[in-house]
């Protein structure tokens, strides 16, 4: 990035936050969109059971402790990736 000018470090700055609010709001998605469907099947009230109240809440725990352990992995794998690239270890 130091090869880059400051116009060029605030575009790819940019991009790189788009990316990442781009890539949350397809996890929320996911995670919303995946847990209701597995959750929520009684429609008769406007209020959630106990129940589906009880899945949600771990539906959407294990899904973002899956998220972050596949982010856990991808930092590892790309650290390891650098450091092959440096000659490292």
Do not use: P
């Amino acid at each position: 990035m130091d090869q880059l000018n400051y116009k060029e470090q605030q575009e790819f700055t940019k991009i790189v936050e788009d990316k990442q609010l781009n890539d949350f709001m397809r996890l929320y998605t996911s995670l919303v969109d995946r847990c209701f469907n597995d959750c929520v099947n009684n429609f008769t009230s406007d209020k959630l059971t106990d129940r589906e109240e009880t899945c949600l809440n771990k539906c959407a725990e294990k899904f973002l402790k899956h998220s972050e352990r596949v982010g856990q992995r991808f930092q590892e794998q790309n650290q390891q990736l650098m450091n092959q690239m440096r000659g490292g270890k």
